[in-house]
C-alpha cells in the first residue's frame, strides 16, 4: 500500500509556471505507475487524465492539450512523482491529483489504486 501527499498548488497568472509534487510513503512506490489527473470546478465527470509515468521513468504518456507545457517525472530515491506545469492558462484551473497504479498506460481514474488528496492550481487570466 502507498500513502500519497501533493503539493505544490496555487494562484499564477496565465503564461506562468507551477510544480506538482507527490510524495508517497511506503517502500513499493518504485513499483507502482503515476499519474496525474485533475478535475475542474463545478464539474461531476469522472477525473480527467493529465498524464502518467512507468514506474522505472522511461515512458511517459500525456492528454493532447498538456503536451509540450506539462512534464511528468519522478525520483525513486526521494519517493516522488512532479508534474511541471508551464505556459499554464485557465482552463487548466482545477484540483490536481496524484495516483499509484499498475501500469501507465491507462487514461481512466478507476484504473489507479491509491490517491491523494488534491492541491488546488488556479490560473487567472
Known amino acids: 500500500q502507498v500513502q500519497l501527499v501533493e503539493s505544490g498548488g496555487g494562484l499564477v497568472q496565465a503564461g506562468g509556471s507551477l510544480r506538482l509534487s507527490c510524495a508517497a510513503s511506503?517502500?513499493?512506490?518504485?513499483?507502482?505507475?503515476m499519474g496525474w489527473f485533475r478535475q475542474a470546478p463545478g464539474k461531476q465527470r469522472e477525473r480527467e487524465f493529465v498524464a502518467s509515468i512507468t514506474s522505472n521513468g522511461m515512458f511517459t504518456r500525456y492528454l493532447d492539450s498538456v503536451k509540450g507545457r506539462f512534464t511528468i517525472y519522478r525520483d525513486n530515491d526521494k519517493n516522488t512523482v512532479y508534474l511541471q506545469m508551464n505556459s499554464l492558462q485557465p482552463e487548466d484551473t482545477a484540483v490536481y491529483y496524484c495516483a499509484a497504479g499498475d501500469n501507465y498506460y491507462y487514461t481512466i481514474s478507476s484504473r489507479y489504486n491509491y490517491w491523494g488528496q488534491g492541491t488546488q492550481v488556479t490560473v487567472s487570466s
Open positions: 511506503g517502500r513499493t512506490f518504485s513499483s507502482y505507475a
